[in-house]
Structures are given as C-alpha cells and as structure tokens.
C-alpha cells in the first residue's frame, strides 16, 4: 500500500496563477483533511471531507476549494495565488468505525512545498 | 474548539540526556491526545495516543507521554535521546463532543536538536 500519497512535491506560481493539488489514499479512509503548515503555527486545517461528495470548511478555507468526487481522492484548489498561500500542504486521511472513534489517527502524506511569488 | 499549547519552540539536548516535550490543552472534559513526529522533509507520523483507560502510554522509539486531568497535560518524554529523534514534534487533541470527533487540533510544534 502506498498510503497517503500527493501530487506535486513541488510547485512555484506567480500571484493570481491557479493550480490543483491532488492527494489519494488507497486505505479505503472514509475521511479526508487538508492543512498548512506555517512556522510556528503547526497545522491548520483548511477544509475536509467525510465521504465521496460531501466538503466542509476548517478553520483557514478562505481562497482555496476542494472536490472529493472519488471516495480516494481529495483535490485542493487555488483560484488565484496569493503570496499570503505559501505554505507547506499536507492532506491526511482517517477512518472512523463508531459515532465517537475519532481517536483513530490520521494519516500523512508527504507535504506540498508551494511558493506563490 | 479546543487550545493545544506547546511550552518552548526549540529544544535542544545532548545525546543519551532526557527529552521533556510540555503540551497542555484547554477542556474541561479531557480530549483524546496525540503526539505526532514529523522528520525533515516527511509528513508526519503518530508517536502515540491516548483516548481512554491507563494515563501513561507508550509509543515507538521509546517514547511515552502522560495524560494529567488535573493539570490539562500531555507531556512527551524518552530517557534517552538519540541523534535520530531530531524532529518536530507535535501535540494534537481531537475534541469527542459536538460532532465535531474527527477533528484534530494541532500545537505550534516543538522542534528538537539533539548534540553529539
């Protein structure tokens, strides 16, 4: 199993450019998360998803979107990059078994480095 | 929604020296708790948890940490660092009311240089 896995490791983009971050897990996880991670700031959640079709905002969602058309894929979207969106991206996954299991542990991907000039 | 503070942002230790990680949190019913490891350039991994039942855990590398409801604490220890525990370090609780379970709430992170 590959686990968490993102797309690209990567990327420089000039203020007002678009792109798409790709994250898939193969864990068959019902839950999806994105976050930044700034210096010290640990990790914020930017938005998230508790199954195919379904979104929700988290704590940073303003200037990205997310799509979960896949049960396995969770893709982030920047409309228009702001300097302000350099940051580290992580995507994590997790399963939950029960109304109140949420101490199942999430899942990390690699990261994105995305610098926005 | 929950409040994780982790005491000091570097810490540094000599090789085979005790490594003291502080996190507390703001509850007033105690949250499930997480330390989470991430090495240079990786994502992050669980060290250890805890939801319920016996307040010292235990996790990989020899870490252990140990929940305090009296004091709103989660503090991380090893007896004995190792260079290969240079590391950031977090603390994360996940708050079991409201719906919103699945939820983690992370620390600033704490990282540690360990000397030769």
């Known amino acids: 199993n590959a686990g968490v896995t993102q797309t690209p490791k990567f990327r420089v983009l000039k203020t007002g450019q678009s792109m798409t971050l790709l994250c898939a897990q193969d864990m068959n996880h019902e839950y999806m998360y994105w976050y930044r991670q700034d210096p010290g700031m640990g990790l914020r959640l930017i938005h998230y998803s508790v199954g195919e079709g379904t979104t929700a905002k988290g704590e940073v969602p303003d200037g990205y979107n997310v799509s979960r058309l896949k049960k396995q894929n969770f893709l982030l979207g920047l409309e228009s990059a702001a300097p302000s969106q350099t940051s580290v991206y992580f995507c994590a996954s997790s399963y939950t078994i029960g109304p109140y299991l949420s101490y199942n542990e999430q899942f990390f991907g690699p990261g994105t480095r995305l610098t926005v000039l | 929604a929950q409040s994780v503070t982790q005491l000091g942002s570097h810490v540094s230790v000599s090789e085979g020296a005790l490594v003291l990680l502080r996190c507390n949190y703001s509850s007033s019913v105690p949250p499930y708790l997480f330390w989470y490891v991430q090495y240079p350039n990786q994502g992050l991994q669980l060290l250890l948890k805890?939801?319920?039942?016996?307040?010292l855990v235990k996790g990989i590398n020899g870490f252990e940490a140990e929940f305090k409801k009296s004091e709103t604490s989660f503090h991380l220890t090893k007896p004995s660092a190792h260079m290969s525990d240079a590391a950031e370090y977090f603390c994360a609780v996940s708050d079991h009311r409201g719906g919103d379970d699945y939820k983690l709430s992370f620390g600033a992170g704490t990282t540690v240089t360990v000397r030769a």
């Open positions: 805890y939801t319920t039942g016996a307040t």
